[in-house]
C-alpha cells in the first residue's frame, strides 16, 4: 500500500515562493506515477502537475501558470517536489500529493485513477 506524506506548505505573500514535498512509500510499481492536485476553498480539485517515473512531466495549466510550477523528483529518497515562484492570491488551497500506476507517461494524466493521496498541505498566498 502506497502511503504519501506532504510537507512544505505555508503562508506567503503574493510574488513569493515556496516549495512542498511529498515522499512516499509501499510499492514503487504502484506510484510510477505522480502528481499534485490543489483544491482552492469552495472549488473542486483541480491538477497541478504530473511527472513520470522515467522523469517526464506534464502540466494541464501551463498558460495559466505560465512555468511559475516546477515539478521534480528523487528517486533516491522516493520524494517529489513542486517549486511554486511568483505565487498568486488565487494559488491558494489545499495541495495534494497523489500516486498510481500508469503504463505509459502519457496516460500519466487525469485524477480517477490516482489510488493514493497525502493527507495535504495548505498553501495561502495574501495580496
Known amino acids: 500500500r502506497v502511503q504519501l506524506v506532504e510537507s512544505g506548505g505555508g503562508s506567503v505573500q503574493a510574488g513569493g515562493s515556496l516549495g512542498l514535498s511529498c515522499t512516499a512509500s509501499?510499492?514503487?510499481?504502484?506510484?510510477?506515477?505522480m502528481a499534485w492536485f490543489r483544491q482552492a476553498p469552495g472549488k473542486g480539485r483541480e491538477a497541478v502537475a504530473y511527472i513520470y517515473e522515467d522523469g517526464s512531466t506534464y502540466y494541464p495549466n501551463l498558460a495559466s501558470e505560465k512555468g511559475r510550477f516546477t515539478i521534480s523528483q528523487d528517486n533516491a529518497k522516493n520524494t517529489v517536489y513542486l517549486q511554486m515562484n511568483s505565487l498568486k492570491p488565487e494559488d491558494t488551497g489545499m495541495y495534494y500529493c497523489?500516486?498510481?500506476?500508469?503504463?505509459?507517461?502519457?496516460?500519466?494524466?487525469?485524477?480517477?485513477?490516482?489510488?493514493?493521496w497525502g493527507q495535504g498541505t495548505q498553501v495561502t498566498v495574501s495580496s
Open positions: 497523489a500516486a498510481r500506476h500508469s503504463l505509459y507517461s502519457i496516460y500519466c494524466r487525469g485524477q480517477t485513477d490516482f489510488r493514493a
Open positions: 509501499g510499492s514503487a510499481y504502484d506510484r510510477n506515477c
